[in-house]
């Protein structure tokens, strides 16, 4: 599956961004889609991800009320909100597909691995400004 990820930009602290993330080449009803970030000198984070129904959705503590995952099985599309931004939050930020979801029990115990993720976009920065 190939990803293309849009969204970042240079913004504000308070303001909010959308990220998209454009999955070809496989179903995409059955791909497990997620997002993480990586900031200057830091590992990669895990933000969020979605099942592929949609209905379970996971977030990473330190992002919970301020961040909305979400998809469009019409558009191929999944989809990140980020509110009420902070100049922490400035990071490279990168979608990523899981081919397979195996059960519920193993993607709630694994959402937030990203050696568990098959394909990764290429990322879109974004910096937040104080």
């Known amino acids: 599956v190939q990803l293309q990820a849009s969204g970042g930009g240079l913004v504000r602290a308070g303001d909010s961004l959308r990220f998209s993330c454009v999955a070809s080449g496989w179903n995409f009803d059955g791909i497990c889609m997620a997002w993480f970030r990586q900031a200057p000198g830091k590992e990669r984070e895990f933000v969020a991800a979605i099942s592929p129904s949609g209905a379970t959705k996971f977030y990473a503590d330190s992002l919970k009320g301020r961040s909305t995952i979400s998809r469009d099985s019409l558009k191929n599309t999944a989809y990140l909100q980020m509110n009420s931004l902070k100049p922490e939050d400035t990071a490279v930020y990168y979608c990523?597909?899981?081919?397979?979801?195996?059960?519920?029990?193993?993607?709630?115990?694994?959402?937030?691995?990203?050696?568990?993720?098959?394909?990764w976009g290429q990322g879109t920065q974004v910096t937040v400004s104080s």
């Open positions: 990523a597909a899981r081919l397979t979801y195996y059960s519920h029990d193993y993607y709630s115990t694994t959402y937030y691995n990203p050696e568990t993720y098959d394909s």
